[in-house]
């Protein structure tokens, strides 16, 4: 069973590259449409089992992780949803298509992604999850860093805002990538992803 984080680092390669450019709208905007990269996927999570284990381990550091995973589990989906759709938006606006940045969507999944940044503060990770911890507060900060760049570059049409905001996308969707990695190979190395709701 494949359970990695897919590999979204070519697709957004190529959305960054269409966002960077500095393309504008309007009478002047280039007709050249670039490569569009398949639409990036949310990371496969293991299917559930058909009889779920009653009770918890009665180890206190595995019902320790178990809470965590729960607790993070919705964190790390809700925010690979909004990397999904952020980046449909992206690959919209890859041909010179600006309008769709400021068109209300990425101003909502900003302050969604706030939201989902205070969810994942609040919790305690153990301390074989910290790492884990670190990389999704980091993705969200560098998610809500790109979007506030869009909303300036919506707000004063400046192009210059485009450029950061293309390479904190970049830092956020590695980081993500990398903590849903983490994420499942430690609860499956630990044995506990029975628990863990999907």
Same mark, same amino acid.
């Given at each position: 069973m494949?359970?990695?984080?897919?590999?979204?680092?070519?697709?957004?390669? +190529?959305?960054?590259?269409?966002?960077?450019?500095?393309?504008?709208?309007?009478?002047?905007?280039?007709?050249? @449409?670039?490569?569009?990269?398949?639409?990036p996927?949310?990371?496969?999570?293991?299917?559930?089992?058909?009889?779920?284990?009653?009770? +918890?381990?009665?180890?206190?550091?595995?019902?320790?992780l178990?809470?965590?995973?729960?607790?993070?589990?919705?964190?790390?989906?809700?925010?690979?949803?909004?990397?999904?759709?952020?980046g449909?938006?992206?690959?919209?606006?890859?041909?010179?298509?600006?309008?769709?940045?400021?068109?209300?969507? +990425?101003?909502?999944?900003?302050?969604?992604?706030k939201?989902?940044?205070?969810?994942?503060? &609040?919790?305690?990770?153990?301390?074989?999850?910290?790492?884990?911890?670190?990389?999704v507060?980091?993705?969200?900060?560098? !998610?809500?860093?790109?979007?506030?760049?869009?909303?300036?570059?919506?707000?004063?049409?400046?192009?210059?805002?485009? @450029?950061?905001?293309?390479?904190?996308?970049?830092?956020? &969707?590695?980081? +993500?990538?990398?903590?849903?990695?983490?994420? !499942?190979?430690?609860?499956?190395?630990?044995? @506990?992803?029975?628990? @863990?709701?999907?």
């Amino acid at each position: 069973m494949n359970l990695r984080f897919p590999l979204l680092l070519p697709t957004l390669s +190529l959305l960054i590259v269409g966002l960077a450019c500095g393309r504008t709208t309007g009478p002047a905007a280039s007709n050249e @449409v670039s490569a569009v990269a398949p639409t990036p996927t949310p990371y496969p999570t293991p299917i559930p089992p058909a009889n779920p284990p009653a009770a +918890l381990p009665g180890d206190s550091d595995l019902r320790a992780l178990i809470a965590y995973a729960n607790a993070m589990q919705p964190v790390l989906m809700n925010g690979g949803a909004i990397l999904q759709r952020d980046g449909d938006i992206l690959k919209e606006a890859e041909s010179g298509n600006d309008s769709v940045l400021c068109d209300g969507r +990425l101003e909502s999944d900003n302050d969604t992604m706030k939201g989902i940044i205070g969810q994942a503060r &609040a919790i305690s990770p153990p301390s074989e999850a910290q790492r884990i911890h670190e990389l999704v507060l980091q993705s969200g900060a560098a !998610w809500t860093t790109a979007l506030d760049n869009v909303e300036q570059f919506c707000r004063t049409g400046n192009s210059f805002y485009k @450029v950061p905001a293309a390479l904190k996308f970049w830092e956020a &969707a590695i980081a +993500l990538q990398d903590a849903g990695n983490r994420f !499942w190979a430690l609860v499956i190395a630990e044995g @506990v992803e029975d628990w @863990v709701q999907r």
